[in-house]
């Protein structure tokens, strides 16, 4: 079996160089191709679901853009949108592009001082808020607030003055196109590839978070190219949770109107796995850690089990591993293993999969590295996880493995029009039409980001193999120098231990100008319960089991074996294990569960200069 290669790929360049001019104009030509078809569901509130088309997403999308027009919005204003993922998200977003506006993204969690921040940087001239909650937030700072003309609560009372509701934004929509129906087609025809579409405030680990400027031409481009490969297709069912607030979401969020496939929102995490079984997705993006989870509760539900179970379904990961392994390697499993695994199918792995819904054809991974240990195992199952790469400064999709050419510990090759470079130092360097025009009103980081050719910065350092796949192997600025002059990439570290501990979500690894490396490990609390409740330790609240010593035994053994894997100078000389889970209510990870090394690293400096005493 001969390895595909990038050039090898079929592409259709058309769909790329006859896009859209903007995503308001995609949008209406899809609403104008298949009106019928299912665009979105969503939570009906009462355990069912509610299915809208085309058509009537986009007469609630005219209403609502024509609200923002009659409040005087003008071609490029900005609007700051603050809610989770949900229905009235889609339609607020793509409400304020056909109005002319650009959507200025805000993470509900994001706590008010950092709100206001955003929502003043921005010169957002309108709010729209999720609840109540959202609301109080802009209250505390409105002073501050200079620019806010009005904000717009889709859960909640108005106050008959700064603040009005979802439905009174469409009263004001529907009266000013009872006076002039074509105000928001004529808009819409004002908006050029170069108009500001959206701005994106990096998750900040130090310092203030950088407004990433992205154009309407940037996300026509990203739907685009997707679409010239057939990544996906009309007949395609997402499942959207991700948060919309983030690039990987809203990438997810624009391709679907460019396809013309139906997409299932419901941000409410702990819904995933339930939801899929209801809503049977195709396909799902998620952040590594969900497949973390869902790996390692499977494993344990079998540790769980016993007996004869357990040992079949050991056998028929076994197979299906060496099957996924051989097609790796480009060559044709043994005749043996190709039977066995029909057997494991049918004994083991559709019962894993009708867990996911039974249809997903793949998922997709992106905001961290996956660990190959998870990947291997999804694939062995049978539902490949593509894995892929970019940053909110590339509009997300700028790498990603194809479900034909998936090469497990890649992120693959680079979507259709978009090239990669590594530099002297090792750095990814980005160029191509979803690379952003700058960071807003930040012309010096701007400058430092993005050379005048176009080659964005990343920031990552990766290499690319002879088939053309790109692999990061860590972020720049966390490789560390011990004091014996060897470097250390702490991520690529914490990738490998994922896939040994399941009851760890996130090693932390440390040793900057010190003789030996040490670890704080974080341990994944539904896990870890599990397994304490199957080794005598039921009874301990969570922040006692992590000071137990069978729980350090287990962790122990564990990095015994992840230093098996590394170069004496990596290698975990001592750990200790926090006392708590990392959250992003807390500060320790990003709203996209991207671990925020450098503050967990600071809140927990005393345990770290503990274990070098």
């Given at each position: 079996?001969?390895?595909?290669?990038?050039?090898?790929?079929?592409?259709?360049?058309?769909?790329?160089?006859?896009?859209?001019p903007?995503?308001?104009?995609?949008f209406?030509?899809?609403?104008?191709?298949?009106?019928?078809?299912e665009?979105?569901?969503?939570?009906?509130?009462?355990?069912?679901?509610?299915?809208?088309?085309?058509?009537?997403?986009?007469?609630?999308?005219?209403?609502?853009?024509?609200?923002?027009?009659?409040?005087?919005?003008?071609?490029?204003?900005?609007?700051?949108?603050?809610?989770?993922?949900?229905?009235?998200?889609?339609?607020?977003?793509?409400?304020?592009?056909?109005?002319?506006?650009?959507?200025?993204?805000?993470?509900?969690?994001?706590?008010?001082?950092?709100?206001?921040?955003?929502?003043?940087?921005?010169?957002?001239?309108?709010?729209?808020?999720?609840?109540?909650?959202?609301?109080?937030?802009?209250?505390?700072?409105?002073?501050?607030?200079?620019?806010?003309?009005?904000?717009?609560?889709?859960?909640?009372?108005?106050?008959?003055?700064?603040?009005?509701?979802?439905?009174?934004?469409?009263?004001?929509?529907?009266?000013?196109?009872?006076?002039?129906?074509?105000?928001?087609?004529?808009?819409?025809?004002?908006l050029?590839?170069?108009?500001?579409?959206?701005?994106?405030?990096t998750?900040?680990?130090?310092?203030?978070?950088?407004?990433?400027?992205?154009?309407?031409?940037?996300?026509?481009?990203?739907?685009?190219?997707?679409?010239?490969?057939?990544?996906?297709?009309?007949?395609?069912?997402?499942?959207?949770?991700?948060?919309?607030?983030?690039?990987?979401?809203?990438?997810l969020?624009t391709?679907?109107?460019?396809?013309?496939?139906?997409?299932?929102?419901?941000?409410?995490?702990?819904?995933?796995?339930?939801?899929?079984?209801?809503?049977?997705?195709t396909?799902?993006?998620?952040?590594?850690?969900?497949?973390?989870?869902?790996?390692?509760?499977?494993?344990?539900?079998?540790?769980?089990?016993?007996?004869?179970?357990?040992?079949?379904?050991?056998?028929?990961?076994?197979?299906g591993?060496?099957?996924?392994?051989?097609?790796?390697?480009?060559?044709?499993?043994?005749?043996?293993?190709?039977i066995?695994?029909?057997?494991?199918?049918?004994?083991v792995?559709?019962?894993?999969?009708?867990?996911?819904?039974?249809?997903l054809?793949?998922?997709?991974?992106?905001?961290?590295?996956?660990n190959?240990?998870?990947?291997?195992?999804?694939?062995?199952?049978?539902?490949?996880?593509?894995?892929?790469?970019?940053?909110?400064?590339?509009?997300?999709?700028?790498v990603?493995?194809?479900?034909y050419?998936?090469?497990?510990?890649?992120?693959?090759?680079?979507?259709?029009?978009?090239?990669?470079?590594?530099?002297?130092?090792?750095?990814?360097?980005?160029?191509g039409?979803?690379?952003?025009?700058?960071?807003?009103?930040?012309?010096?980081?701007?400058a430092?980001?993005?050379?005048?050719?176009?080659?964005?910065?990343?920031?990552?350092?990766?290499?690319?193999?002879?088939?053309?796949?790109?692999r990061?192997?860590?972020?720049?600025?966390?490789?560390?120098?011990?004091?014996?002059?060897?470097?250390?990439?702490?991520?690529?570290?914490?990738?490998?231990?994922?896939?040994?501990?399941?009851?760890?979500?996130?090693?932390i690894?440390?040793?900057?100008?010190?003789?030996?490396?040490?670890?704080?490990?974080?341990?994944?609390?539904?896990?870890?319960?599990?397994?304490?409740?199957?080794?005598?330790?039921?009874?301990?609240?969570?922040?006692?089991?992590?000071?137990?010593?069978?729980?350090?035994?287990?962790?122990?053994r564990?990095?015994d074996?992840?230093?098996?894997?590394?170069?004496?100078?990596?290698?975990?000389?001592?750990?200790?294990?926090?006392?708590?889970?990392?959250t992003?209510?807390?500060?320790?990870?990003?709203?996209?569960?991207?671990?925020?090394?450098?503050?967990?690293?600071?809140?927990?400096?005393?345990?770290?200069?503990?274990?070098?005493?």
């Amino acid at each position: 079996m001969t390895p595909m290669r990038a050039s090898d790929e079929k592409v259709d360049h058309a769909k790329i160089e006859n896009r859209a001019p903007s995503v308001a104009r995609l949008f209406i030509d899809r609403v104008t191709r298949t009106p019928d078809a299912e665009a979105f569901r969503f939570p009906d509130g009462a355990g069912g679901w509610t299915s809208v088309t085309w058509e009537q997403t986009g007469d609630r999308v005219r209403l609502l853009a024509a609200g923002l027009l009659a409040l005087g919005l003008d071609v490029e204003d900005r609007v700051a949108l603050a809610s989770s993922t949900r229905y009235e998200w889609v339609l607020a977003d793509l409400a304020v592009m056909c109005a002319g506006g650009a959507t200025t993204t805000v993470y509900p969690t994001t706590n008010a001082p950092d709100v206001a921040f955003i929502v003043e940087n921005s010169g957002s001239r309108v709010v729209i808020a999720e609840d109540d909650t959202q609301v109080a937030k802009l209250t505390e700072h409105r002073s501050e607030l200079s620019a806010v003309e009005k904000v717009v609560v889709i859960d909640g009372p108005g106050d008959g003055d700064w603040v009005i509701t979802f439905d009174e934004l469409e009263q004001l929509g529907r009266k000013l196109l009872d006076d002039n129906s074509s105000v928001v087609m004529d808009r819409i025809h004002q908006l050029e590839p170069h108009h500001l579409a959206t701005v994106i405030y990096t998750s900040g680990t130090t310092g203030r978070p950088k407004g990433v400027r992205l154009p309407h031409s940037a996300w026509t481009y990203e739907a685009a190219a997707v679409d010239s490969i057939g990544l996906v297709g009309a007949d395609d069912l997402q499942y959207l949770w991700l948060p919309l607030s983030h690039v990987f979401g809203k990438v997810l969020l624009t391709i679907p109107i460019q396809i013309g496939h139906a997409t299932a929102v419901d941000g409410r995490v702990d819904k995933i796995v339930d939801n899929l079984a209801v809503v049977k997705p195709t396909f799902m993006g998620a952040a590594p850690r969900i497949f973390e989870k869902a790996h390692a509760r499977v494993e344990a539900m079998m540790e769980d089990e016993g007996g004869a179970k357990k040992k079949i379904f050991d056998w028929a990961i076994g197979v299906g591993v060496r099957v996924s392994q051989a097609q790796q390697e480009h060559r044709s499993p043994g005749v043996l293993d190709s039977i066995q695994r029909q057997l494991a199918d049918r004994l083991v792995f559709s019962t894993i999969r009708e867990r996911f819904g039974g249809r997903l054809r793949f998922f997709i991974s992106g905001s961290a590295a996956l660990n190959t240990d998870v990947a291997q195992w999804f694939d062995a199952v049978g539902i490949p996880v593509l894995e892929g790469y970019g940053l909110t400064e590339t509009s997300a999709a700028s790498v990603v493995n194809r479900p034909y050419a998936n090469r497990i510990g890649t992120v693959g090759w680079p979507t259709p029009g978009t090239e990669i470079r590594i530099a002297e130092d090792g750095e990814v360097l980005i160029k191509g039409p979803g690379v952003m025009t700058g960071y807003h009103n930040r012309p010096e980081a701007t400058a430092e980001a993005l050379e005048s050719d176009g080659w964005f910065h990343t920031g990552d350092i990766g290499d690319i193999d002879a088939d053309g796949f790109l692999r990061i192997t860590d972020r720049k600025k966390d490789m560390f120098k011990t004091s014996q002059g060897k470097y250390v990439a702490p991520a690529s570290i914490a990738s490998m231990f994922k896939g040994i501990s399941p009851q760890s979500a996130e090693i932390i690894v440390h040793g900057e100008g010190k003789p030996y490396c040490v670890a704080l490990v974080a341990l994944d609390a539904e896990s870890t319960t599990d397994w304490a409740q199957h080794n005598g330790l039921g009874g301990l609240s969570f922040a006692e089991i992590t000071r137990h010593e069978r729980t350090h035994d287990l962790i122990s053994r564990h990095i015994d074996e992840l230093n098996l894997q590394l170069n004496r100078w990596e290698q975990i000389k001592k750990f200790t294990i926090l006392d708590r889970e990392l959250t992003v209510e807390q500060g320790d990870l990003t709203p996209s569960m991207k671990l925020r090394r450098k503050v967990v690293v600071d809140t927990f400096a005393d345990s770290i200069g503990r274990l070098y005493e």
